[in-house]
C-alpha cells in the first residue's frame, strides 16, 4: 500500500519560516492536502490540492507538490501555529485514503 | 456554516459494538460523502473509511472489513459508523468528516470510545 513518510518533529523561532515535508513514490502525481492539528482538537484542512489554502487559512500557509516530496510552508510562524501538521492523499490504484504520520511543531 | 456535531463519550468492555452519530447541517447533505478517521491515544491519523450519503456507497479499509459498517440517514443529515467486536486497542477518538473531493474540509469535534 502507499506510503506517506513525514519527520517526526520541526522546531523553529517566532518569525521564521517553518517547513515540513511529506515523502512519498511518485508523490506529484496524486493531489496532496495538508492538516493542522492543534492539542485536544480536530484537524483542520490548511492546505488542499498541493497548494490551495481553504477560506480562512491564512496566506502564510502555502504547499508545493513535485517528484517524490510535497512540502507544506507556514512563513512568519506564530506561537499558535504549534500543532502537529499531517500530509494526505488519495491513493487512486487501491481507492484508499492515506495519512503521513504526522509531524510536530515547536515553536522555541 | 457547515457543522459536523458528534455524539458523546462511550465507555465499552471488549467485545461489545458501538455506534457513533455525526449530524451534519449548512451544505446539501446528498452532495459529498462522509469519511470516517481514528486517532489512537498519542498516535497519529487513521483513515477508517467512508460512505457517499448521495448513494450509500461505502469504501472501507481491509483490516476493518466486517466489523466496521458505515450509513448515513438522509432524512435527518445524520451518518453513522457502527464498530464491533470491540477490542482494546480500538481505544481512540472517533472522527467524522465531510468528504469535499479527496480531502476533509470539516471535521467533527471527535467521539472519544474507550474499550476497557
Known amino acids: 500500500s502507499y506510503v506517506l513518510t513525514q519527520p517526526p518533529s520541526v522546531s523553529v523561532a517566532p518569525g521564521q519560516t517553518a517547513t515540513f515535508t511529506c515523502g512519498g513514490k511518485?508523490?506529484?502525481?496524486?493531489?496532496v492536502h495538508w492538516y493542522q492539528q492543534r492539542p485536544g482538537q480536530a484537524p483542520v484542512l490548511v492546505v488542499y490540492?498541493?497548494?490551495d489554502r481553504p477560506s480562512g487559512i491564512p496566506e502564510r500557509f502555502s504547499g508545493t507538490n513535485s517528484g517524490n516530496t510535497a512540502t507544506l510552508a507556514i512563513s512568519r510562524v506564530e506561537a499558535g501555529d504549534e500543532a502537529d501538521y499531517y500530509c494526505?492523499?488519495?491513493?487512486?490504484?487501491?481507492?484508499?485514503?492515506?495519512f503521513g504520520g504526522g509531524t510536530k511543531l515547536t515553536v522555541l | 456554516q457547515v457543522q459536523m456535531v458528534q455524539s458523546g463519550v462511550e465507555v465499552k468492555k471488549p467485545g461489545a459494538s458501538v455506534v457513533v452519530s455525526c449530524k451534519a447541517s449548512g451544505y446539501t447533505f446528498t452532495s459529498l460523502g462522509i469519511g470516517w478517521v481514528r486517532q489512537a491515544p498519542g498516535q497519529g491519523l487513521q483513515w477508517m473509511g467512508w460512505i457517499s450519503a448521495y448513494n450509500g456507497n461505502t469504501r472501507i479499509v481491509d483490516n476493518l472489513q466486517g466489523r466496521l459498517t458505515l450509513t448515513t440517514d438522509t432524512s435527518t443529515t445524520t451518518a453513522y459508523m457502527e464498530l464491533r467486536d470491540l477490542r482494546a486497542d480500538d481505544t481512540a477518538v472517533y472522527y467524522c468528516?465531510?468528504?469535499?473531493?479527496?480531502?476533509?474540509?470539516?471535521w467533527g469535534q471527535g467521539t472519544l470510545v474507550t474499550v476497557s
Open positions: 511518485h508523490i506529484g502525481s496524486k493531489t
Open positions: 468528516a465531510r468528504r469535499f473531493r479527496n480531502n476533509f474540509d470539516f
Open positions: 494526505q492523499v488519495w491513493d487512486g490504484s487501491s481507492n484508499l485514503v492515506v
Open positions: 490540492d498541493d497548494s
